[in-house]
């Protein structure tokens, strides 16, 4: 008998209700199996976990943040277990263990060890701080915490360059917000900051400079790689219309990919720069509650709230580092102290001019004033002022008790590794610590070469 007409249709159509009864089914069968439920809350108990992980273990303890991976790739891989639990123990009533959970639920956790194993095994997940207890210059016991060395962030700043009719220069105003956001930025544990100069100096030594040409994103990004640094930071600062306008621009070093663009203006620049300063912490991925819970001070509380200071000591900084004319350097520290008698950046400076030229008369006034300005300094400039104060006032020991404790919190920085070389392990003859020092300066930063050349002649 043949097919009438339209029949083909009909049967497409009852095929059609018959696979849409199918999934109906299917669906039903969840439900009541109560694999949605269960899902649902499993789903609700990953996210706690996540948020536990994160916000108490990671941000709290500074645990490793590969453990937020590690829960979400956990998670991920025991759905098929939670499914298989979910599909044969939902509907309420007595069950048994069957034959496919008891395969299926081991190769599931074998796999899922497997797979952690083979992606985070051998990675440090221990906390990214340590504590120490260490002595302090007075022989007490304290205990610090500090960041893990391979956990801090390094960072350079570059003074912006402009180009005129003259050729390439650089603005005293893009001098003063690129040293503003060096000492705000050093304030943050996680953060290795080099400073400004430090990377003029380099570009200068090494015939990067040009006069006619704006320094490329490439050039600078390899001398970031040759500081093993990740990040740059290119800030300006202009006035006009009685308002300073303030850009910052932060820079992937490797990718060199842009990953802050932050523009302000106002009728000062600090508060500016402190907002700057946190929005480039949270582009780095500090944790909001490690923000919020950690020492930043404003940065005019660090330098100074006057602009008539600040610049007669850019103009003091340039003189020192880039001009190396002492003199023009102390007439115009001098001019900045006249106005704010409490910079004590400004004093540091003087400091360092006057080490420079053995004045040791002026040298031991500035250090007793510096001392009672300690809680304007950061970190490393407090190690640094203490260090020579004792030193200044013949105390070696306790000098090198200090070198001892600046090392530990502040691994990445080269300067007590040089001071305990040469002021302690070469004046006693002590070359083997000698060339320990500087050999971790060179393992550090291979840029710094020149010191093999000391290491060297020590053998």
């Not at 074998?110 to 985070?120: E, F, K, M, P, Q």
């Not at 003029?200 to 040759?226: A, N, W, Y």
């Not at 640094?384 to 530990?408: C, D, H, P, S």
Request: net charge negative; aromatic share 12%; charged share 25%.
């Amino acid at each position: 008998m043949g097919d009438y007409p339209g029949s083909g249709k009909n049967e497409t159509k009852q095929n059609s209700i018959e696979a849409f009864k199918d999934k109906r089914s299917i669906i039903i069968e969840l439900w009541d199996r109560r694999v949605f439920h269960i899902i649902g809350i499993y789903l609700g108990g990953s996210w706690a976990m996540l948020e536990f992980v994160s916000s108490f273990l990671v941000d709290r303890f500074y645990m490793s943040e590969q453990w937020i991976s590690i829960s979400f790739v956990l998670l991920i891989s025991l759905i098929p277990s939670v499914l298989m639990v979910a599909w044969f123990h939902g509907r309420p009533g007595p069950d048994t263990w069957n034959k496919i959970e008891k395969i299926g639920i081991p190769i599931n956790l074998a796999i899922t060890v497997a797979l952690l194993l083979g992606i985070y095994g051998g990675k440090d997940l221990n906390a990214r701080t340590e504590e120490m207890r260490v002595l302090n210059e007075r022989g007490e016991a304290v205990i610090k915490t500090v960041p893990k060395s391979e956990y801090k962030k390094g960072i350079a700043i570059v003074f912006n360059q402009s180009s005129t009719d003259t050729g390439i220069v650089i603005n005293a105003l893009d001098m003063v917000v690129a040293e503003m956001l060096y000492h705000d930025l050093r304030q943050e544990l996680f953060f290795s900051v080099q400073d400004p100069w430090n990377q003029q100096i380099r570009f200068r030594q090494e015939g990067s400079e040009s006069d006619d040409q704006v320094m490329p994103l490439t050039l600078i990004r390899e001398h970031c790689k040759q500081q093993f640094l990740s990040y740059f930071i290119i800030p300006s600062l202009t006035f006009s219309n009685d308002m300073y306008h303030l850009k910052i621009r932060l820079y992937d070093a490797d990718r060199l990919h842009l990953l802050l663009e932050y523009e302000s203006s106002s009728e000062l620049p600090f508060s500016p720069i402190d907002l700057a300063t946190r929005k480039i912490k949270t582009a780095l991925k500090i944790s909001e509650k490690h923000i919020d819970e950690s020492t930043d001070l404003p940065v005019a509380e660090l330098m100074t709230a006057d602009m008539e200071a600040l610049m007669a000591y850019i103009k003091a900084m340039e003189a020192h580092l880039l001009l190396h004319d002492y003199a023009l350097a102390t007439t115009h520290i001098n001019n900045a102290l006249e106005v704010d008698a409490y910079f004590a950046q400004a004093m540091l400076r003087q400091v360092l001019i006057y080490m420079l030229v053995n004045d040791n008369q002026n040298l031991h006034r500035l250090y007793e004033r510096l001392m009672k300005l300690l809680y304007k300094l950061t970190g490393t400039d407090r190690y640094y002022v203490k260090y020579f104060y004792y030193m200044n006032r013949q105390e070696y020991g306790k000098g090198a008790e200090i070198l001892t404790l600046w090392k530990r919190a502040h691994p990445e920085d080269d300067r007590p590794y040089y001071l305990m070389a040469r002021n302690h392990y070469e004046n006693a003859g002590d070359y083997r610590g000698f060339i320990r020092e500087l050999q971790h300066i060179v393992n550090r930063d291979p840029s710094r070469f020149h010191y093999q050349t000391d290491i060297s002649r020590a053998y």
